[in-house]
């Protein structure tokens, strides 16, 4: 295991002084990097993460130790990123949000922890208060439990249901899955999410997947799959390059 060497993601100007002392001393984070997920790993054009914490980021390889601090009084989404070679467009985060989602001294990154931290991003924006308020480890305990991928709800949704004391754990009930039939792929694709399965095409360029309703991506080195499946099951794709 190589331990990277340790980070603050905390600016000089956010560190409030009192008397000398910090009115909320940092405290020290440490993590593990976690392999890539077995779909992204096997396609052989994703490599390694890259870590992002209060507008720092570091490079890591599976298994790096880093430790870094931050502010005791904050609610401190992180995030866990890959990236396609040849692809400019985002990957779906691992992630978690500290300091909820300890375990054994050490921050727990998943596919679960990344849509929460997401969530907790989003409503931070908005309301940085009430993300303090929210119980971040449970919600991403119910999201890994009831969903098998948490990206096939939309985040932004679940931070407008947060915002509005409308959210209930059943807003997490897995959605209807429709199958999608691609043809003529040029190549193996893999899931914008971690949690999701890779496409791959038959001799002829044939694929299938059963996918949410919403817009979901695939993406290749060069090619990027976007589909929108409507709420009956229709669907339509499309092919780009980004």
Same mark, same amino acid.
């Given at each position: 295991m190589?331990?990277v060497?340790?980070?603050?993601?905390?600016p000089?100007?956010?560190?409030?002084?009192?008397?000398?002392?910090?009115?909320?001393?940092?405290?020290r984070?440490?993590?593990?990097?976690?392999p890539?997920?077995?779909t992204?790993?096997a396609c052989?054009?994703v490599?390694?993460?890259?870590?992002?914490? %209060? !507008?720092?980021?570091?490079? /890591?390889? #599976?298994?790096d130790? @880093?430790?870094?601090?931050?502010g =005791? +009084?904050?609610?401190?989404?992180?995030?866990?990123?890959a990236?396609? %070679? !040849?692809?400019?467009?985002? /990957?779906? #985060?691992?992630?978690? @949000?500290?300091?909820?989602?300890? =375990? +054994?001294?050490?921050l727990?990154?998943?596919?679960?922890?990344g849509? %929460?931290?997401?969530?907790?991003?989003i409503?931070?924006?908005r309301?940085?208060r009430?993300?303090?308020s929210?119980?971040?480890?449970?919600l991403?305990?119910?999201?890994?439990?009831?969903?098998p991928d948490?990206?096939a709800?939309?985040?932004?949704l679940?931070a407008?249901?947060?915002?509005?004391?409308?959210?209930?754990v059943?807003?997490?009930s897995?959605?209807?899955?429709?199958?999608?039939?691609?043809?003529?792929?040029p190549?193996?694709?893999?899931?914008?999410?971690?949690?999701?399965?890779?496409?791959?095409?038959d001799?002829g360029?044939?694929?299938?997947?059963?996918?949410?309703?919403?817009?979901?991506?695939?993406l290749a080195?060069?090619?990027?799959l976007e589909?929108?499946?409507?709420?009956d099951?229709?669907?339509?794709?499309c092919?780009s390059v980004p």
């Open positions: 190589r331990r060497e340790r980070f603050s993601p905390l000089i100007a956010a560190c409030a002084v009192l008397a000398g002392c910090l009115l909320f001393p940092p405290e984070v440490a993590l593990v990097a976690p890539l997920p077995g992204w790993a052989g054009f490599s390694g993460w890259s870590l992002e914490a %209060a !507008g720092f980021r570091i490079r /890591l390889a #599976p298994d130790c @880093v430790e870094f601090e931050a =005791a +009084g904050d609610v401190l989404p992180v995030f866990l990123r990236a396609v %070679a !040849g692809n400019p467009l985002p /990957l779906k #985060p691992l992630g978690s @949000v500290w300091p909820h989602c300890i =375990a +054994g001294g050490t727990q990154l998943s596919a679960a922890g849509w %929460a931290a997401s969530v907790c991003a409503l931070a924006s309301d940085a009430l993300a303090a929210v119980d971040w480890a449970r991403e305990r119910e999201a890994s439990s009831r969903l948490p990206w709800l939309e985040p932004g679940v407008a249901r947060l915002a509005d004391g409308a959210f209930r059943t807003d997490l897995a959605p209807e899955l429709f199958p999608v039939a691609f043809a003529d792929l190549g193996a694709f893999i899931d914008e999410s971690p949690a999701g399965a890779s496409l791959a095409p001799a360029g044939r694929a299938m997947a059963h996918l949410a309703p919403g817009v979901r991506r695939f080195p060069g090619y990027a589909v929108s499946v409507d709420a099951g229709s669907f339509t794709t092919l």
